[in-house]
């Protein structure tokens, strides 16, 4: 009886040895992650990351952060591409495509999204945020999340927001101070029906015109002037074709750091947890570089003739009262008077 026992144990043990030995060896889909947890190994991942500006670009040089953390965290296994330059799309094309899977991360403003999401419109508002610390409060706080979480039934993720910063009115005319200085000049801005309001309200005649045709229409004199961060003037030589310079701070642009949603949620933990550490690093980050440059930026426009001018934006956002009682009802009363609540 107790020969029989031990050979009983004995096949027991060779029967373990052999199904233990089988799972190690199979390589199929449906027991590869049970494998390489054996193994030791994980699997690897390459996901593509878009945005629409140029490599030196804030956006970029924060993507490119947000890379080289998710490398590190997960040990080389996964792997973020930067496709930069609207090389794959406009802002329009980069969020479908990170709905579709076909991109998995995407950094892009806000606006855009607000076709879908209209909350978002609150953002297009004049003078919204006094400056950097409050919009960084709202944003990363229970307001900023809660319009993110709607990204959530369109199959993405919002994963943080980013900056494009504080855009200021420019003019080859003459000096600006108050919104009257502005009667009559024509400056470009996109066409976005808030922001053409706006500029109408303060007083100057707002023109949409296409990105491209900015630069030569400046210089032709069809268009006094435009609006935008000290960046973009910097980096793109406006100060060839512009004198004055009034920092108005009308405009605080966020960008929206988001992915597609089956993607991430198809990550080991461990990925996910890396990914958004990595995430709100970088976003510090890319805040802090373009602060950075936009004041370096205001000093090259000083160095090539500009003439920089503040103002006090308690009376800009005076004029433009009218604007924010038109869209009152549209973007959400409440939404709005949380934000301006934030000091």
């Known amino acids: ?14 029967f373990t040895a052999v199904m233990a030995f089988s ?8 027991t590869g992650k049970k494998a390489a947890a054996t193994n030791g190994t994980d699997k690897d991942y390459t996901f593509k990351l878009a945005n629409v500006n140029n490599p030196k670009h804030p956006y970029t040089i924060g993507c490119n952060k947000f890379a080289e953390l998710v490398k590190k965290g997960t040990d080389g296994h996964v792997t973020i591409e930067i496709y930069d330059s609207g ?3 406009n802002e329009n094309d980069i969020i479908e495509q990170v709905q579709m899977g076909s991109i998995q991360f995407g950094l892009v403003a806000s606006a855009p999204f607000a076709n879908t999401i209209p909350e978002m419109y609150v953002f297009d508002l004049p003078f919204l945020f006094a400056n950097r610390p409050a919009a960084y409060k709202v944003l990363d706080g229970d307001i900023g999340k809660n319009i993110l979480a709607k990204l959530d039934s369109q199959n993405m993720i919002g994963l943080g927001w980013w900056e494009n910063g504080f855009r200021h009115v420019s003019n080859s005319k003459h000096k600006v101070v108050v919104p009257a200085d502005l009667k009559g000049l024509k400056i470009r801005t996109m066409e976005n029906k808030i922001h053409m309001a706006s ?3 303060m007083g100057a005649i707002a023109t949409p015109m296409a990105w491209s045709e900015v630069f030569t229409a400046l210089q032709q004199g069809t268009m006094d002037g435009l609006e935008n961060s000290p960046v973009i003037y910097a980096t793109n030589a406006f100060y060839e074709v512009q004198k004055y310079l009034s920092l108005t701070g009308h405009f605080y642009s966020p960008s929206v750091f988001f992915c597609n949603k089956e993607t991430f949620k198809s990550l080991p933990e461990k990925y996910q947890k890396v990914i958004l550490s990595a995430e709100k690093e970088a976003r510090d980050f890319e805040r802090k570089t373009h602060e950075d440059l936009d004041n370096s930026s ?3 426009l000083k ?10 934006k308690a009376v800009w956002r005076k004029s433009c009262e009218s604007v924010y009682k038109e869209n009152r009802d549209k973007i959400g009363g409440k939404l709005i008077d949380d934000i301006l609540s934030v000091k």
């Not at 799972?23 to 449906?30: K, M, Q, R």
């Open 1 to 14: 009886m107790l020969v029989k026992s031990k050979a009983k144990k004995l096949v027991a043990l060779l």
């Open 23 to 30: 799972v190690i060896g199979c390589g199929d889909s449906g």
């Open 303 to 312: 160095d090539h003739g500009m003439e920089i001018t503040e103002v006090d």
């Open 298 to 300: 205001i000093k090259v």
């Open 199 to 201: 500029f109408n309200a």
């Open 87 to 89: 090389t794959l799309g």
